[in-house]
Structures are given as structure tokens and as C-alpha cells.
């Protein structure tokens, strides 16, 4: 027999189980994330729908708690740690769309950052539209993207930085790749919170972009400009 205040979250109606989601996102429990995301799946949601809906904006919520000291370092991580569960569950659903391959994609988040669930978010979608992605993980130095891109040949390199510190690294990575005679070879592309339009213009790269959605429409548009270039 189920405690009284026990919450099933089977039993809620999608706009209640939502909430508790939010709820459980905030308290870390990885286990509540899984479940409901699950049921939400079930229920018919898109698994875009759950991540934009539930998980997103649950993470929206921790983020503005941490910013406002409400929360700290090991809170977020355990809503961290609760987010990429949920995350986990819908990576295979967004790739499984049978989208015609697109281009090829290397990103990481850049040296001295790891945060990591908004990159994982811009890699889960891009496979999802048919993009072959090479995740190089957090924490990035020059080398290892350069590394990457000699290896890899990608048609983009993506980078993402959480940080006001560590965005300017971008920087260094494009200015490194122009030394080298290589800026042109690849769309370059930029995201994370603390960046804007203005800053990706400032920093030389083709593009900024505010979400994953966004990263999607842009590496279409800026892959098939380009291999309408090369086929000119
Ligand atoms: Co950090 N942290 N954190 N943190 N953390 C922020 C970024 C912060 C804004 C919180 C705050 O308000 N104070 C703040 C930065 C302030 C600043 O620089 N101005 C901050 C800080 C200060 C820190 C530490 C320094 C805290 C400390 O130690 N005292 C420390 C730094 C560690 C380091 O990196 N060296 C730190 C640590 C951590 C945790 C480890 C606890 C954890 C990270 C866990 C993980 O990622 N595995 C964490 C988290 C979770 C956050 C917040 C709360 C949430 C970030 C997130 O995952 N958002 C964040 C607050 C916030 O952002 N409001 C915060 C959800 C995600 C879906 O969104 O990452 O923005 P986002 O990604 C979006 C877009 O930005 C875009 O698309 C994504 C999907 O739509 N995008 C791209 C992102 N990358 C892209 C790349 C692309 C394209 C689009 O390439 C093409």
C-alpha cells in the first residue's frame, strides 16, 4: 500500500506530471527522471516534445537557482546527473528519424569548461537530422580540436562554452585554425549560454547559435551553401 503523500507518477495528467518532473529534475532524482520520461513517452509525446518540455526546462529552473545561490555546485550536479538520465533515454529515439545523411560534425565543449548537457543536446539533434557527430567531450585544448578535424575531416566544428571565462577560448581556436590555412575548410560554429550573436561575428565564426534547434537549421543551411560552392 502506497504511502498517502507518495506521488505516482503514472497517475498524474501530463501538465501535473510535467511539474513533478521540474520537481524532481531540481532535487536530483535520477530514477523519477527516468520514469517520467518514460510515461511521457508512452503517453505519445514526441521525444523532442520531452526534452524541450520536461528536461530543458526543468534545467532552466535549477540554472536560475544556482545563479541566484539558492542551489550549489553539488545540487547541480545531481540535477546534472538527472537530466543526462532522462537525456540518455531519448538519444537513441532523436537519431532513429531515418534522416538522409547531412555532413559530418566534430564539437566539444573548449578548454577549462566542463559542462557538457547543453553539447550533448546539439549532438543528440544533430544525429537526429542525419549528421554524423564526433563528441569530443569537455575540456577541450586547440590541439585536440585540430587533431579532430585533420582525422575526422568534417564538414563542421562545433565548440560550446558555459562560461564568461572560458568562451573567449573559442577565440583561440579559430585564430589557430586561420594560422594554420584552415579556417576556410569548415563551418564553424558556437554555442552556450553566455555567448550572443555579436560575440560569434567578433570571434570569426560562421555562426552563433542560440539552441539546439537552432544549431540544426544553421548546419543545413551553411552545409548545403557550401556544397553548392564546391559543386559550382
Ligand atoms: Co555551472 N555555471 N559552473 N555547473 N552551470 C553556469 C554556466 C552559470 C551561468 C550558473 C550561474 O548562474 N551562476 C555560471 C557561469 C557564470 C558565468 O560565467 N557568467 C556557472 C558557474 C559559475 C560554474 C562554476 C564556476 C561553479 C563553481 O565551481 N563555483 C563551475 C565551473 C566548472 C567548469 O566548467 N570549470 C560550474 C560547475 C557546474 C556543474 C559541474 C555543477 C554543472 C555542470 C554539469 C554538466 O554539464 N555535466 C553546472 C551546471 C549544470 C550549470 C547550469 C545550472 C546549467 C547549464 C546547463 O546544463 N543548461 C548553468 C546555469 C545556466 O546556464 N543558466 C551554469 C541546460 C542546457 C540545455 O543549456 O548549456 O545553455 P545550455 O545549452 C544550450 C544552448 O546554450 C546551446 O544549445 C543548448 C541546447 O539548447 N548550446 C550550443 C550550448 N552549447 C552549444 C554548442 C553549439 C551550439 C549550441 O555548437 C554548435
Known amino acids: 500500500m502506497a504511502d498517502d503523500d507518495e506521488i505516482i507518477l503514472s497517475e498524474l495528467p501530463d501538465e501535473e506530471l510535467v511539474l513533478q518532473m521540474h520537481d524532481d529534475l531540481y532535487d536530483g532524482l535520477k530514477e523519477e527522471i527516468e520514469e517520467g520520461t518514460r510515461i511521457l513517452l508512452d503517453r505519445g509525446w514526441t521525444p523532442y516534445d520531452v526534452l524541450t518540455g520536461a528536461?530543458?526546462?526543468?534545467?532552466?529552473?535549477?540554472?536560475?537557482?544556482?545563479?541566484?545561490?539558492?542551489?550549489?555546485?553539488?545540487?547541480?550536479?545531481?540535477?546534472?546527473?538527472?537530466?543526462?538520465?532522462?537525456?540518455?533515454?531519448?538519444?537513441?529515439?532523436?537519431?532513429?528519424?531515418?534522416?538522409?545523411?547531412?555532413g559530418k560534425m566534430v564539437i566539444g565543449t573548449v578548454k577549462g569548461d566542463i559542462h557538457d548537457i547543453g553539447k550533448n543536446l546539439?549532438?543528440?539533434?544533430?544525429?537526429?537530422?542525419?549528421f554524423e557527430v564526433v563528441d569530443l567531450g569537455i575540456n577541450n585544448a586547440v590541439e585536440k580540436y585540430l587533431e579532430a578535424i585533420a582525422t575526422e575531416q568534417p564538414d563542421i566544428l562545433g565548440m560550446s562554452?558555459?562560461?564568461?571565462?572560458?568562451?573567449?577560448?573559442?577565440?583561440?581556436?579559430?585564430?589557430?585554425?586561420?594560422?594554420?590555412?584552415?579556417?576556410?575548410?569548415?563551418?564553424?560554429?558556437?554555442?552556450?549560454?553566455?555567448?550572443?550573436?555579436?560575440?560569434?561575428?567578433?570571434?570569426?565564426?560562421?555562426?552563433?547559435?542560440r539552441d539546439a534547434?537552432?544549431?540544426?537549421?544553421?548546419?543545413?543551411?551553411?552545409?548545403?551553401?557550401?556544397h553548392n560552392q564546391l559543386s559550382a
Open 122 to 130: 546539439v549532438a543528440m539533434m544533430m544525429e537526429g537530422a542525419g
Open 213 to 226: 534547434a537552432v544549431a540544426v537549421e544553421t548546419a543545413k543551411t551553411l552545409v548545403a551553401r557550401k
Open 55 to 102: 528536461l530543458v526546462s526543468g534545467m532552466k529552473i535549477v540554472g536560475d537557482d544556482f545563479r541566484d545561490g539558492i542551489l550549489f555546485v553539488p545540487e547541480v550536479l545531481l540535477s546534472a546527473n538527472a537530466m543526462k538520465a532522462g537525456m540518455t533515454i531519448l538519444k537513441p529515439l532523436l537519431a532513429e528519424t531515418g534522416a538522409p545523411r547531412m
Open 161 to 209: 562554452a558555459l562560461l564568461t571565462t572560458t568562451m573567449p577560448y573559442m577565440k583561440v581556436v579559430i585564430d589557430t585554425m586561420k594560422e594554420k590555412g584552415l579556417r576556410e575548410d569548415y563551418i564553424v560554429l558556437v554555442g552556450g549560454a553566455p555567448l550572443n550573436e555579436e560575440f560569434g561575428k567578433a570571434i570569426g565564426a560562421d555562426a552563433y547559435c
